[in-house]
C-alpha cells in the first residue's frame, strides 16, 4: 500500500515487454539495423500513446526523461532567468522545491503560496501574487502527501490570463487523472512512467507546448545533425540528448497499452474504492489523526495519518513486521506541506492505493491500525 512511491505490482505484460525489449531492441536512431529500427518503432508508438492520454497537438512534443524530477529539472532550469518571479505552492515535493532555491539563488524571486489547514491553496491569492516579471505558475497536480488535487483548468486560466507560463508535476495524477493539456492551459507537463502509469522505474517524459523553447539540460549524441556544433533544437530531439531507455520506454508501451484498456476512469474508480474505505476504517479510532481534505470524493487516492504521538516510521515498521503491510513514513520529500500541517518531526504514516489493492487488504490494514491504536 505504497503505491504513490511506485505501483507494485505492474501488469504483467510490462515485465514482458521489457524481456522481449532487452533480447531484441538496438537504439533507435543509431542505424537503419532492424534491431535499431524495431526500437524507434516501439518509441514512437509509446510518444503516441502519451500524446494522446495528455492530448497533446502533436506526440513530437512529448520528450523521454528518466523521471518526474528530470522532467522538472529540465523545465524549471531551462525557462527560470535571473530576474523572473516564479509562483509555486507549499504542496510542492523537492524535485519543484529544490531545483527552484537553486534558481532564486541565480537571482530568480520566489512566491511560495501557504495552505489551510485541510492542506488546500487559495486560487485568490495566488492571482494576487502575480507581478509585472511574473513568469511562471509551477505547481503539483496532486499532493504526495495529503491526496489533495489542485484545479489545474482553473489555475491555467489565470496564467492565460497573465501571459505566464504554467508548469504542472502530474507525478501523482498521469494515469489517474483525465490530463488534456490543450483545455487545461498547461504549458509543460512533468510525469513519471512508475507510479499510476504502471511502467517501470527509470522512465518518465516532458510535454512541451509548440512554440516554447527550453535550455537543454543535457547536449549531447542525437542521431542527427551530427557536425552541428550545437544540439539539435527541434522537438523531442531537443531534449533527448543521448541513448534513450529503450528497454524501459517498451515496458512503459506495455504499461500504457494496460491503462488504455482498463481505462483511466475504471482504474481510479476501484483505487478511490479502496482509499475511502480505509479512510472510513480509520477516521474514529482512537489517536489517528488524518491529513488533508476529504471534503470532496475526487482526490488522490492516499491516505496519510499519525497515531497519537508516535513518530511516524515506528508505526511503519510495525505495520510491515506485525501485518506484512508496507506503506512510507516520514517526510515525503514535501517539507513545506509537512510544516503547514505542524508535523515535520513526526512526518506521517502514507498509505496510498492502486487497484491491485483488495477490499480485504484493506479491512486488514484497518484491523492492524485499530489494534496498534489499543496498544
Same mark, same amino acid.
Given at each position: ?95 519543484? @522545491? ?173 483505487? @478511490? ?103
Amino acid at each position: 500500500m505504497d503505491n504513490a512511491a511506485t505501483t507494485l505490482p505492474k501488469p504483467p505484460e510490462v515485465a514482458e515487454a521489457i524481456v522481449q525489449a532487452i533480447n531484441h531492441l538496438g537504439n533507435a536512431g543509431r542505424g537503419s539495423t532492424e534491431a535499431s529500427l524495431d526500437a524507434a518503432r516501439v518509441i514512437y508508438d509509446t510518444r503516441e500513446r502519451l500524446g494522446r492520454m495528455f492530448h497533446a497537438e502533436n506526440p513530437k512534443q512529448i520528450a523521454f526523461t528518466s523521471n518526474a524530477t528530470e522532467s522538472l529539472n529540465i523545465a524549471i532550469q531551462g525557462l527560470i532567468n535571473p530576474g523572473d518571479h516564479v509562483i509555486t505552492t507549499v504542496m510542492e515535493h523537492n524535485s519543484v @522545491l529544490r531545483p527552484l532555491y537553486e534558481r532564486q539563488q541565480a537571482g530568480a524571486t520566489l512566491t511560495i503560496l501557504p495552505a489551510d489547514e485541510d492542506g488546500n491553496i487559495s486560487y485568490d491569492m495566488l492571482e494576487a501574487a502575480v507581478r509585472q516579471e511574473t513568469k511562471a505558475i509551477i505547481c503539483t497536480h496532486g499532493s504526495n502527501l495529503t491526496g489533495n488535487l489542485n484545479d489545474i483548468e482553473r489555475i491555467g486560466k489565470i496564467a492565460k490570463a497573465h501571459k505566464l507560463l504554467f508548469i504542472v508535476d502530474a507525478s501523482q495524477t498521469a494515469g489517474v487523472f483525465p490530463i488534456d493539456v490543450q483545455k487545461m492551459g498547461i504549458d509543460v507537463l512533468c510525469f513519471t512512467g512508475h507510479k499510476s502509469l504502471y511502467g517501470p522505474q527509470g522512465t518518465g517524459g516532458i510535454y512541451v507546448r509548440d512554440g516554447i523553447k527550453i535550455r537543454p539540460l543535457k547536449r549531447g549524441g542525437s542521431g542527427i545533425d551530427t557536425y552541428n556544433h550545437n544540439h539539435p533544437e527541434q522537438m523531442p530531439t531537443a531534449l533527448e540528448a543521448g541513448t534513450l531507455n529503450g528497454h524501459g520506454i517498451a515496458g512503459l508501451n506495455a504499461a500504457l497499452k494496460y491503462v488504455e484498456e482498463k481505462g483511466i476512469d475504471a482504474i481510479r474508480e476501484i483505487a @478511490l474504492q479502496r482509499a475511502w474505505q480505509f479512510y472510513d476504517g480509520i477516521k474514529e479510532i482512537p489517536g489517528v489523526t488524518i491529513y488533508g481534505d476529504f471534503s470532496k470524493r475526487e482526490r488522490c487516492p492516499i491516505v496519510s495519518f499519525n497515531l497519537y504521538d508516535y513518530d511516524s516510521a515506528e508505526v511503519s515498521d510495525e505495520l510491515l513486521m506485525s501485518y506484512g503491510i508496507s506503506t512510507r513514513a516520514g517526510g515525503h520529500c514535501a517539507p513545506l506541506m509537512h510544516e503547514s500541517l505542524q508535523n515535520a518531526e513526526q512526518g506521517a504514516v502514507r498509505f496510498s492505493f492502486s487497484h491491485f489493492n483488495t477490499k480485504e487488504e484493506v479491512e486488514i490494514a484497518i484491523r492492524a491500525v485499530r489494534e496498534l491504536s489499543e496498544e
